[in-house]
């Protein structure tokens, strides 16, 4: 055969990899494993086979962990804490160095056993898991190297609980473990039960690198070992990568327990093809977008959108490279596609595909394997918008496909999903690429690229995809927490109607502030507010269910808001700061009427709000995203953007500064507010109606209902169209507000306790993160 038949047929002969050596690892430290716990392995226990998906044959035997050994798992993590917490950053950084050298000096045995247990091909676990994975390691050394010095006042959290996935087990195990150590927390995880063997090779390392006991503890077994890591009291925080039904059930289990979380789910990612792209790259693009891991990826780009007059010809091309890709043989280095990972798996997609009744289903006549858990490559056409391949994770090499005519129906068809996880976009124009990025739901775009990822830039969802970033920064801060101690939060009790009223004055009526204009409240309800010394200080509604949801509909619709420039929203923040100055005696006289405080720290409030309308203002244009140094030609962006609509209860204790420090980060930022006021005091903040009438604030923007706290924040944390939850207030049911909270897996801040309003640590960055999300836009440059 000559060289130019070899290209144009492109068929080239098998280069299989040896499987010796890991099949010795396995002989000889198993053939059944124990946990990894408190530095070394246990005796296994009750046992389960993994089994290589490719042949079905069985590689080892895994102990399935009990509420016991995860008991033992978490007393080695805390013990150890106290110790590991304290050392300097360049011992830790020393530790993590140690680390990412020894994945490096065992790579090949990562890759081979990665690939046997897992199914992908060895190409894949060779030449992306592994090095991704001593990249984080790397990269968080310098991190922990540097943490103190860029992130002052922090601390770390604890013990922390991670639960990974199966479809990239030693990256997802970098992915937690690596910022987790970087901050000074201690790890229980547990892998997935069909792919422990890396993570236990993984805990052979950390005897190697001489990692102090219990710093890092391996626990394997089904989901009810994981569900006994997640509620086990002794996790600070758990760090979850899987399914949104998964995370959902986390986030329930979770509800009041005060860890924190995080989320990385499921996704239904968009492949968005305009006229003018290079078709060529862009089919190149979407075999990676879909076809790699046999699309067992949550950012996969399941939903091929092409734009209308290039998608017969753009079918036509792509199911001609769909015909030579090849599937087989993990171990081949020649593979493109290897095996699902379980037979479990193959059934689910099968099951999905068959019950499919719309449009043309087109499987790629390539070679199949005769045994083994393999699924050839599938192109699903002609589907509508709706159709349940178009909302549904498949999560498998399976891909739909539709088409838009303009980019905005390319964008609203792209958002139309539940999800929020990834997007790609390809187009050689790049004043659309960069028009098209920011409005895609997506936490991650790639333009004219696909499933690049790196340490240093966040990754992470929107939507029911979860919530919380992993990689640089971010994802480091998402381990730690503010050194400063808050005061527990106390339920203040209003003061009581006096057995004889004084005579009233004339009557003043509070309404709700509902788009920009007074409203009564639905149910036609209110309640007196009386002061300390009896005086009738006026009436307030009372909020319903059909107040919040025109509140919050209200807020969607002040969607302008978020695409206002940052100067125009300072300039807001400042007439609110000026207007409240012109006012400030009528308004401390009110807080001071309320509350029963003296004079002078009545005005001494009014003065604070005035000046944290200043601080925000300030923020407004300053709040920067960064350029992530990423090793590729080109820039990974991390941009700062709003989370949408934010339901918060505010405070007691200090009911107008409080209200004003929920307000400002919020609308700074380029959020919407439905804020439920003080319910002992909620004069505070209805005082403000005229403030924001004045200060050319657009309707909806902030919006005010009055209430009682916790129903009107159960009906917030329900509301599917509420994108984040805050609350300050006393006397709610934190576990029911975050149970509520997991119907669209909204971010939720429910506060046990409060920093002083007054104080420096109740503004700034801690509340500035809680008012945005991080998008990564990857933007790749050159020819």
Known sequence: MTTAQIFDSMDYGPAPESAAEALEWIATRGPAFGHFIDGGFTRPGETFATRNPATGAELAQITQGTVEDVEVAVAAATKAFPKWSKLSCHARAKYLYALARLLQKHSRLFAVLETLDNGKPIREARDIDIPLAQRHF?????????????????????????????????????????????????????????????????????????????????????????????????????????????????????????KSLTLELGGKSPYIVFDDADIDSAIEGLVDAIWFNQGQVCCAGSRLLVQEGIAGEFHDRLKARMAKLRVGDPLDKCIDMGALVDPVQHAAISRMVDANSEGETWRAPVEMPETGCFYPPTLVTGLSPAAPLMQDEIFGPVLVSTTFRTPAEAVEVANNTRYGLAASLWTENLNLALDIAPKLAAGVVWVNATNLFDAAAPFGGLRESGFGREGGWEGLQAYLAPAAKWAPIKTIAPFPAPEAPEAPGLDRTAKLYIGGKQARPDGGYSHPVWSKRGALLGHAGIGSRKDIRNAVEAARGAGAWARASAHNRAQVLYYMAENLSARSEEFARRIRELTACSAARAEAEVARSIDRLFSYAAWADKMDGRVANVPIRGVALAMREPVGVIGALAPDEAPFLGAISLIAPAIAMGNRVVLVPSQPCPLAATDLYQVLDTSDLPGGVVNIVTGPSHELGMTLARHLDVDALWSFAGGVDAGALETASAGNLKRTWINRAAPDWAGPEAEGRAFLDQATEVRTIWVPYGE
């Open 138 to 258: 790397y990269h968080h050394a310098g991190l922990a190297q540097l943490r103190d010095a860029e992130l002052p006042g922090h601390r770390p959290i604890g013990v922390c609980g991670q639960v990974i996935p199966w479809n990239f087990p030693l990256l997802m195990l970098a992915w937690k473990i690596a910022p987790a150590l970087a901050a000074g927390n201690t790890v229980v995880l547990k892998p997935a039960e069909y792919t422990s063997l890396t993570a236990l090779l993984f805990g052979q390392i950390c005897q190697e690198a001489g990692l102090p006991r219990g710093v890092v503890n391996i626990v394997t077994g089904d989901g009810r070992t994981g569900e006994a890591i997640v509620t086990h009291p002794g996790t600070a925080k758990i760090a979850f990568t899987g399914s949104t039904a998964v995370g959902r059930r986390i986030r329930e289990q979770t509800a009041g327990m005060g």
